[in-house]
Each structure stands twice: as structure tokens, then as C-alpha cells.
């Protein structure tokens, strides 16, 4: 059962993480590409 | 077989494209308006039937029609406000924005309705039902078959079925994919299901959350699917063995039939095939949704799919090659819930027999020992290959070294 705890644990971390990971690599989805960037007009396209 | 896996994917892919882009009905009369419309198209439309709106998509006006600047109408331009608002609709304006990609030049896409009814009605309907019959049809079996105990007498000896890695890589996919499904139904039943539950404050929270878990935690799934595919995909490989199993239900429906299988069943390979191939296909419709208008997959797929001339074949014609921003979208919302759908039934089956269904089936995933006995009626095969190995007893060789 120690693996599948393990697995679950691992599951609330890559979720916590991602959207961290996600902006580090630019990649903010939903503030670039959705809202902000229409908003403020200063992403290149 | 892989002809058959193209043309249902040929099918569920032209789906939803031709709820959004069915040919208009021709060779209306249309002399009493000049071309225009009639009240016969307008009830026709009203009817939910297609028109022919050849002539409303013509009807966008001309700029270089204009009267001269000094003339009387001359500050009117070559274009109604009807006219630009038609070439608004029909997607031919030349919208200029300051900053966005193509998806934030179309200002007017009516194709979204077409998205929206689908979603609403028989996605929504036909999903929940195929759920419901899933689970229906699995107590039916229940009731009717008992759950399927070991037949022999157990020997106290136990085997491993799933070293730890196995086990974190299954549980990885597994538990994700059950939060992404209930956040997933709870995203699309929202508003039949929960807010007449909970109201809409209180949906309000739980939608945001089950959206912002069901974004994130689907990176865990799909490493957990990359992890499974490698650690499994050579003994899922389909071999003679799994006709023999096949051919006499695997054993399920009768007591005491033990067909032979290696570590995998058939009846297990089908579960792993049908999880990787509806697995990649909902991560890579996921990863489209996840970026929006960055990875549009549909108009490619198309083109793709018309060159093999299976939409034709099937009497879909040529599926559309050239899609609006949105409308890639809309596709894949509808492609992602349909996959998943499907593969929600099939875990859902997967579930039952991995434990209430099945005596002993879920210590291969819980501790990764099981039962001597079991591994002999269900994967008799593996179980003589662990033996040769000297990974498992041999009660018919002396001194044999168990693992």
C-alpha cells in the first residue's frame, strides 16, 4: 500500500507545482494567452 | 484492427465537425428578395434546418462602392452597418487588433452555438448514459455472477505480481485520472447537475477549484501514462494465448474455467490498450485546452484523415480542413469529453474486477503479493515462467529457492 500512498502524495505535488513550474517556464496559460494579454497589450505575438 | 481503429476514429472526429458545419440546403427560390433571404429561410433557420446563405455571405458590402467624399452619402463608406456586421460574422473582415493572436480577430463566431447544443445535449446525455449502463450492466454481473473467488485451495504462499515502481506508476495514473474525471463531470454537469444542488455560490467555488485541480493534476496523469506505457507495453503485446482466453470469456462468466494467460490476460491487454490509446488522445486534446490556440490539432487531423479518404469513404465528404480559432477549441472540448467518457466506462469496469468483482485481484496492485493460487488460475503461464526462473516456489521441484 506504501506505493500507492506514495503515488497519491506524488499526485498533490505535481498539481501544487505546476502552475509554479508552468510560469518559470512562461508559459502562464490562462494570464497570457487568455485575459492579461488582450488587456494590456503588451505581449508579442 | 487498425482498420478499425481509423474508421471510429474517422467517426467520432466528424462528430462533432459536421454539428458545426452541415451543408445548406440549395436551390431555394429567392427571385421575390433579389437573393436575399426570405421569411421561408428565416423559419427554416428558426426549425434548426440549414440554409443557403450564399447570398447573405456576398451581401458584406464593397468599400471601394463608396460615393466620393465630396458627394452627399460620401462620409458613409461602401458598407452598411448590416453589411460589416455580416462580413463580421462570416469571418471576412479585415479586423485589426493591437495585441492577441488570429483567435482575438474574430469578434463574432456563431459556430459556438453549434458547440453549445452538442455539449448541452447529446454529449451530456449520451455520456451520462453510457456511464449509467456501464455501472448498470457491472451489478447486473454482480448479481448474477457473485464475485469470482479463488477456486482451488490457497496455499499460503504468495508471488509478486507488481514490484513498487509498478505499483507507484499504476496508482500515479490511476489516482489522477479519478480526480480529473469527478472534476471533469462536475465542470460539465455544473449547471444541470450541481447548482441545483449546492446553488450558485456554492458551485461557483467548487467549479473554480475543479478547474484548477483538474489543469493541474493532469500532469501527474500523464506521467503516470508515459510510466505505465514503457513498463507494460511488451507484455500487452497480443499473442495466440489471448485467443484461447478470449474464446471462453476468460473465465468469467463460468466457475472453474482457467484459461491460460501470461502476466497479462487478454481481457487485461484490451484494458491497457484502450487506456494508452484514449489516454494520449485525451492528454493531447487536453494539452490544446491547457495552451490555448497554440496547439490547434484539428484542421491538420482533418486534412490528414481526408487524404486516407475515410470521411468520403463513409459518406462524411471532405471534412473541413480550415477551422476558426475557436472552433479548434470547441473541438477539442468536445474530443477531450468524449475520450474520456469512454475511457471512464472502460475504468470504471476495470475498478469492479480489480476488487469487489474479483477475490485476491487487488493485493497485485495493493501490496504487490498475491496469492499462489490466484496467479495459478489467472496467469497460469506467468506463474510457471516465475517458476522456471526461480522467482516463485515450485511445490513439484525440491529446493527450489523461492524469491
Redo the contacts between chains.
Sequence with gaps: MKAMIVAFVVCGVIAAAAPTVLYELGYTTEAKHAGDAVRLGDVDR | MRAFLSIALCLLLALPATAQDSPPAQGADRSATGGAQTLEDILARQRGEEVDDTARRAAAGNPDDAAGMAGQLGTLGGASDSEVWRALRYGFNDVTV????PE?RVLIQDAGMSWLEFRKGPLSTYGAGLLGVTVALLALFFVLRGRIRIDGEKTGRTVTRFE??E??????M???FV?LAITGLVVLFGRTVVIPLLGHEAFSTVAVASKW?H???S??FM??LVMVFFMWVLHNIPNRTDLKWLAVGGGMFKKGVHPPAKKFNAGQKMIFWATIIFGASISASGLSL?????LPMFAKTFAVLNDTGLPQLVGYGALPETLAPHEEMQLSTLWHSIMAFVLTAIIIAHIYIGSVGMEGAFDA????EVEEQWAREHHGLWLEELQEQGHAPDPGKAGTPAK
Excluded: E, Q, Y
Excluded at chain 2, 491547457?290 to 497554440?294: E, K
Excluded at chain 2, 496492485?365 to 504487490?368: E, I, L, R, W, Y
Design positions: 493591437s495585441s492577441g493572436g482575438a513498487a515502481l505499483r507507484f506508476g499504476h496508482w500515479l490511476a489516482g489522477s480526480v485541480v489543469n493541474n493534476i500532469w501527474a506521467l503516470g491547457l495552451f490555448p490556440f497554440d496492485m495493493g501490496t504487490g
